[in-house]
């Protein structure tokens, strides 16, 4: 009904014309500011005076009384029983000793890079002497300091540590800022972000203004956001002379961020650690009462010089060393330790560490060893709870009276994440399980072993096939370095790595950046709404910068799903997908969603794509779990409409207080599913504050029972990712343009069908493992896709029949050219007539 002149330009007159509907387009979806703490206006929780422009004298006098006022807090607290006992503690913490000299080379510097082992106080300490040297100078109610955090966990953790260090509450001096969930108060003066939402912040204030420290910690990791953050404030600096900047590291190479600017100085924080003992795989072999059959040396990696042979090279050492490590354990028997035999032997398995090797070790500590927490590092959300489940199998660790399981990962809920800093009760052994967050930024006060299994779930990009792969890799030195490293902060410790000495040799000093080994879309979008030039040009100022055809792949899917058009400039689309904190496709399903009138169920698909599966497939009752998924499809060939009808099927569930059950007998993760629900509020909230969705909600559901529709505004999000369909006689055949034959996981509704009557299929994710494997997939007809798929808002219909030509041409269908323009004079007419 609402068609005007082409659908695709329609589109663009939507969102045209919502635009115009704000003064100017940046400040868009951060207009308002209140002080609650909805996502809809986080960023107004970043404004605050500026102490640059000259304030009236009424204003100077409320901020300086306002500083006297903090200080005098702050020594109220210091001198009570309770705040003497937290200074004696801080003050026992060896970055105390480096206190002066840290805050001499902050005023005397603009960037200062500071190093120290984990634990010596980097984090919890440096930005409170920054606040108190603040405080102390009358500056308290004018200084704004940021600290960013990779983790949000991190963020949330480390925030409610330093307000209990200052005898506060969360929101009072301290704050934290992560994404969708914030406590900050009108007096807050020490931020603790992700760095995200510093980017973020970024977008709407190029020069932060009015803020007066900024704190990057954690940079060893270099993890995307954080290279390209340090892009981004090399570039301010020089705009804002008096903007300081530290940045803080756990391992000791500092030399590359201090050359980065421009030789920076250094502060290493000498650390105290007790010494943690090193058990190889061999003598851990030894201490379970196994013996590891000798295997054969392996050829030692040679000296090649250019990144890819090394990385070529050290993949096939790693191999060769899984499987000698794989006879080795296959003499290797755990069963006396109540392991299910069936997968002892996968200790080596790309996809599964050994479970029952970890048990064994487990319950070798628990037995026989002092008392003290064990640290368990896993590879992933996935294993940690299959490990889990098997844990609570076995008779003794299954206990609750005598150990205390716990898992720790990026997503869990906050109020889980409490119980990891606890102490348990006398007597009851604390087991962590954790991924590699617990590495640097989580500090776990009470761990005496650690258990390593000496990988990590490692995102890495084929270049070349333009193929993101998610797979368990062997962890670098650095890494596993600082995993022994937190056996050892309260007592001497013990570490046990699951792996040979060899293997070890064998790691790479330090991980590869992630810039390095991801793909580029959400920072190319980003590079692109915050101005800040070509993306070739800014991505080639990074620490290290990506290989040219990364960034080519990433430029060309922007321009194919019309974020970008073809002078590389954002399009009024690709504008709003830098506003929502999302992936691009999915934002752009939600753009969809919105604009089309069925927003309900995709708000439900964007949330499950965006948190995870909440379908879940225990190891042991894979067939139960597939089929009772399968209900869930009711022949649509769709895993997202799958999704949307459990989600809804467990709302109604908890609207009768039966979620639970609801839950259990199909195989659901009722926390994901919570967190779905949460995460579809908040979109709400984003999409309301873009303008996207009316205030009152009114029409956007109009068209949500429309199950084409919704196909077809799925395949708007995920194009192009699109796959053939062939039925052959017995089995399908599906092919994807890069790939050629690709592979459906068996979790997937269609990867149990026979028949698949659709010609393609959109998919969420591709992943390599050995061949290439589809995630979640809905099938999709030839006029969906022909509408839909690509880049409708730019080139109107005819540009988007040149676009799909290769594709037609490709996958033998050319007659869908004839149906679409069909379809277009079709449209022409009706719109004609009206
Ligand atoms: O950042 P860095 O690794 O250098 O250390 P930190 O996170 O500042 O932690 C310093 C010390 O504070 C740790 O050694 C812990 O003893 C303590 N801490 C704590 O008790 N509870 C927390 N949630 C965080 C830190
Ligand atoms: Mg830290």
Not at 393 to 404: C, I, R, T
Not at 441 to 469: H, M, Q, R, W
Not at 629 to 639: E, H, L, V
Not at 776 to 781: E, F, G, K, P, Q
Request: charged share 25%; net charge neutral.
């Amino acid at each position: 009904t609402g068609l005007q002149r082409e659908v695709g330009a329609l589109l663009g007159d939507y969102l045209a014309r919502k635009q115009t509907n704000r003064e100017s387009f940046p400040h868009l979806p951060f207009s308002r500011s209140s002080s609650t703490d909805s996502f809809a206006n986080d960023e107004g929780l970043f404004e605050q005076q500026d102490p640059q422009t000259p304030t009236s004298t009424v204003m100077e006098k409320i901020l300086k009384r306002r500083s006297l006022q903090l200080r005098n807090q702050q020594q109220a607290w210091e001198e009570s029983p309770e705040g003497q006992r937290m200074l004696e503690f801080r003050r026992s913490l060896p970055a105390y000793k480096e206190k002066q000299a840290l805050l001499e080379a902050i005023s005397r510097n603009q960037v200062v890079v500071v190093s120290g082992e984990t634990g010596c106080g980097k984090t919890t300490q440096l930005p409170q002497y920054i606040l108190e040297s603040e405080i102390d100078a009358a500056r308290g109610a004018t200084c704004s300091i940021i600290c960013t955090q990779p983790r949000r966990i991190s963020a949330m953790a480390v925030s409610e540590r330093v307000a209990a260090e200052r005898g506060e509450k969360l929101g009072e001096s301290v704050g934290y800022k992560v994404r969708l969930e914030g406590i900050k108060g009108r007096d807050t003066r020490l931020l603790f972000c992700t760095t995200g939402i510093l980017l973020r912040r970024l977008l709407i204030d190029r020069n932060l203004k009015g803020v007066t420290h900024v704190i990057v910690d954690e940079i060893h990791e270099r993890g995307m956001n954080e290279d390209f953050l340090l892009i981004v404030l090399k570039e301010l600096l020089p705009r804002r002379p008096e903007l300081r900047l530290v940045l803080m590291s756990a391992t000791l190479n500092a030399e590359l961020f201090s050359s980065y600017f421009h030789g920076a100085p250094m502060i290493h924080i000498p650390g105290f650690t007790y010494p943690v003992r090193s058990n190889f795989l061999e003598n851990v072999l030894e201490i379970t009462g196994h013996r590891l059959t000798p295997y054969n040396q392996i050829d030692d990696y040679g000296q090649e010089k250019s990144w890819k042979m090394q990385k070529q090279a050290l993949r096939k050492r790693k191999s060769q060393i899984a499987s000698a490590v794989e006879d080795a354990l296959e003499t290797a028997d755990f069963r006396e330790y109540g392991s299910r035999t069936r997968d002892s032997l996968s200790c080596w398995n790309p996809d599964s560490i050994g479970f029952n090797l970890i048990e064994a070790v487990l319950c070798h500590i628990c037995r026989k060893e002092r008392p003290g927490a064990i640290l368990v590092f896993m590879t992933g959300w996935d294993d940690i709870n299959s490990l889990k489940d098997q844990l609570l199998a076995n008779p003794f660790l299954g206990d609750p009276s005598k150990v205390l399981l716990l898992a720790c990962h990026g997503s869990m809920a906050s109020s889980e994440q409490r119980l990891i800093f606890d102490k348990p009760e006398d007597g009851v052994r604390k087991i962590v399980l954790a991924t590699n967050m617990a590495e640097t930024s989580i500090t776990i006060n009470d761990v005496v072993f650690v258990v390593d299994c000496g990988k990590a779930k490692e995102t890495s990009y084929d270049a070349l096939n333009n193929t993101p792969c998610l797979l368990p890799t062997w962890i670098s030195k650095a890494s596993a370095r600082q995993r022994r490293g937190r056996a050892g902060r309260v007592q001497p410790g013990e570490c046990y790595h699951l792996y040979p000495r060899c293997v070890y040799d064998a790691f790479t000093d330090y991980q590869l950046p992630e810039l390095l080994r991801t793909p580029l879309q959400s920072l190319c979008l980003q590079i692109k709404s915050l101005r800040l030039g070509s993306i070739s040009d800014f991505l080639s100022r990074a620490l290290q910068s990506p290989e040219p055809l990364s960034i080519q792949n990433a430029i060309e899917y922007l321009k194919v799903i019309g974020a970008l058009d073809d002078k590389e400039e954002l399009t009024v689309l690709g504008r709003y997908l830098s506003m929502l904190p999302v992936e691009p496709k999915l934002g752009k399903m939600l753009i969809y969603g919105a604009i089309f009138n069925c927003l309900d169920p995709i708000l439900t698909v964007v949330a499950g794509l965006s948190v995870r599966d909440p379908f879940l497939t225990p190891f042991d009752k894979r067939d139960l779990a597939d089929s009772a998924k399968s209900q869930f499809s009711c022949r649509d060939y769709s895993d997202h409409l799958a999704l949307v009808r459990a989600y809804e099927g467990w709302k109604d569930a908890e609207r009768e207080h039966s979620g639970y059950e609801y839950c259990w007998k199909n195989f659901l993760s009722a926390q994901t599913l919570k967190a779905i629900d949460s995460l579809r509020k908040q979109f709400i909230f984003l999409l309301k504050d873009t303008g996207l969705v009316d205030e009152n909600f009114s029409t956007c559901n109009k068209w949500s029972r429309d199950e084409n529709l919704i196909r077809a505004v799925i395949c708007a999000g995920l194009y192009p990712g699109i796959c053939s369909v062939v039925n052959k006689e017995k089995s399908i055949a599906l092919k994807t343009m890069e790939d050629g034959q690709v592979m459906l996981y068996s979790n997937s509704v269609n990867g149990r069908e026979a028949r698949i009557p659709y010609p393609w299929l959109v998919f969420n994710e591709k992943v390599k493992v050995n061949s290439v494997f589809l995630r979640d997939s809905t099938a999709v007809s030839d006029t969906v896709l022909l509408l839909f798929g690509g880049n409708i808002t730019q080139g109107g219909l005819d540009g988007h029949l040149k676009m799909l030509g290769g594709y037609l041409e490709f996958f033998m269908r050319p007659d869908l050219a004839s149906t679409y323009l069909g379809l277009k004079r079709e449209l022409d007419e009706l719109l004609h007539n009206k």
